[in-house]
């Protein structure tokens, strides 16, 4: 297991440095893109409740796809990072109801709904920095979302498990260990993949 994380740590650094080459414009050009892809999932079109997250610096965006979910009239719950780095819940409201939290990110500032509200969700849209072949997500690591998909799959649930990345951040393989879970879906700017029937 050991081998595993270091090979998690080597991945991760070589992803982050390739994020940190981008512009500014290459990261709205790609999130553009990405928002017109992922609004026309069946996983979102069909979705009432979809979590996801605010995301920050470098990552492929995606503030137009938490603002074109609110206007269908979707409820997106957004997360909000616990001392203990778990995840509570709390309603996206529009942009202004964003405050900056711990690390930077990005959170709701309304009421929290608790750790179990993303079990309300159909559809759940995960930050990630890597996905291989057989739908395995590389996280940053901290292990937030590795909590969240461990509660969803003991609640019995199965919704849509989606990363946004960009291209170059689909590998041959990610290594995984026994707590990761495989999502249904990635998109990048060039493609829709999916790797469940």
Do not use: C
């Amino acid at each position: 297991m050991a081998d595993d994380l270091s090979e998690k740590t080597v991945l991760r650094r070589q992803l982050l440095a390739t994020r940190t080459l981008l512009t500014g414009d290459d990261v709205r050009n790609a999130g553009s893109v990405l928002a017109d892809l992922a609004l026309n999932l069946p996983e979102l079109r069909r979705a009432r409740t979809v979590a996801a997250y605010v995301s920050t610096g470098s990552e492929p965006g995606t503030r137009a796809v938490l603002d074109g979910l609110r206007e269908r009239g979707v409820r997106v719950l957004l997360p909000v990072l616990l001392e203990d780095d778990d995840l509570d819940w709390a309603a996206y409201e529009g942009a202004e109801g964003l405050v900056r939290a711990r690390r930077g990110l990005l959170e709701p500032s309304g009421p929290r709904l608790g750790r179990e509200a993303v079990l309300e969700a159909q559809t759940v849209l995960l930050p990630g920095l890597a996905v291989d072949v057989r739908g395995m997500r590389l996280g940053r690591g901290g292990g937030s979302y590795d909590r969240v998909l461990a509660r969803i799959a003991r609640g019995g649930h199965d919704p849509a498990l989606v990363v946004l990345l960009y291209a170059n951040e689909v590998v041959e393989r990610v290594p995984e260990e026994p707590h990761d879970h495989p999502v249904h879906t990635a998109v990048t700017p060039e493609a829709v993949l999916r790797f469940r029937a």
